[in-house]
């Protein structure tokens, strides 16, 4: 973050001068804020429910919401080279995440030592609420300062920390048998056994026997106890995989070494495949560090253009996944406006998509569109075009226009957010674990947990 800096000298202070800061609070301020101070009360955190009232008390820590004062003393008034002496505070009520707050300080009186003594308060913007009150007395800075180019490093808040917890429900379940085609690649080959180490899955390793022998004896994997089933080509070894599903012996298709297109020809079959009803969508499952909880993007990798239709599955396919990991479903339809355009395609489909669902056409979550990448998952983005409802600012299913725009998010998401993916198609009779060739053994794992807790969810249903 690069920030602008510029003080007020105590010659310059009368009072009656004054100075504002607005600020939304987030779940990961209160993490930043737990770890940094030491103050775990989970009160304070994302998904704690102490009182069991089924909602998360998300209760901002009374000095979380005392810093914002040392943050406008800091940065505008006085600003840079200002010094606390004392602060009195008296709280009124509570701040939670998801609230925005105003915090004021107004000079009171110019102190002959060259201190300052201020009135302080914090109020929440929405109803105009008090929720603090106080002074403070600070040592003024004499010198000016007004400078570019003030370096504060960003934070990433812990990574994995959903997929753990998707892992950590997946694991008491059976192994999910798994037919894993073509795993005569490194990458593939360990992604399968490590989730195989985890009592995630069975693995039923299809291709090339003695080029999957190799690429274990190469990488050191042991493949003990590990049921190959040799195919001379990629193509007979996906529809050997089709063939398992048929007879019962594998509940979910890994993708190994070899290309989208081939994997899933024998599964789109119309007399011998594993079609459903409904069309073959992708998700991907992201890990997006700073995020309350996983985000949903979807279709980034099969449907390239799709029409109506298809989007109405696209939409219900991630609405069933995210309940299958306990999740509740908030779907925001993507376009490049919030507002309905009959010149944007996109916004059309995303206003019918809501009001199919309000009808019931869609069911399971809420969904809302169209709307905008930045209030979809912004919550005070989606306060400033004034959005309301229970998606707006909070999306965590994100369904893209195209192929094209889910695929930059998703990687956007993983390149320049350092998120994890876990990738998912769903639609068929199993579900396809989906991973690309430059997927971390994470990734992968976590795709296969993911994989097994919508099978054991659909048996559930």
Known sequence: MNLHLRNRTFDELQPGDSAELKRLITPDDLYVFAAASGNYNPMHLQ?????????????????????????????????????YRRQSLEFHTRAHAGEELCCRVEVL???????????????????????LSGEAEVLAPTER????????????????????????RARPLDPLPTAVVVPDEEKSLRGALLAMQESIITPILIGPDAAIRATAEASGADLSGVEIVHADTDRAAARLAVAMVHEGRAAAVMKGHLHTDDLLKPMLDKADGLRMGRRFTHVFVMDVPGQPEPIFVTDAAINIAPDLQTKVDICQNAIDLARALGIEPRVGVLSAVETV?????????????????????????????????????????????GLKGGVAGHANILVVPNLDAGNMVAKQLAYISHAEGAGLVLGARVPVILNSRSDSAMSRLASCAVAALHHYAGKTA
């Open 47 to 83: 998904d704690s429910d102490l009182d069991h009232d089924g909602r998360p008390e998300r209760v901002a820590p009374g000095m979380f919401v005392a810093s914002i004062i040392s943050a406008v003393l800091g940065t505008q008034l006085p600003g840079p080279g200002t010094l």
């Open 109 to 131: 009186e110019k102190l002959a030592d060259g201190g300052l003594r201020l009135a302080t308060s914090v109020r929440r913007i929405d109803d105009g609420v008090l929720i």
């Open 145 to 168: 300062y007004d400078r570019d180019g003030v370096e504060v490093p960003g934070l990433i808040v812990q990574r994995h920390r959903h997929f753990e917890a998707i892992l950590d």
């Open 341 to 385: 355009n009959p010149a944007i395609p996109s916004s059309i489909d995303a206003a019918l998509l809501s009001k199919m669902a309000d009808r019931g056409q869609i069911t399971g979550g809420q969904v809302e569109g169209p709307l905008a990448m930045d209030n979809a998952v912004d919550m005070g983005a989606a306060r400033t075009k």
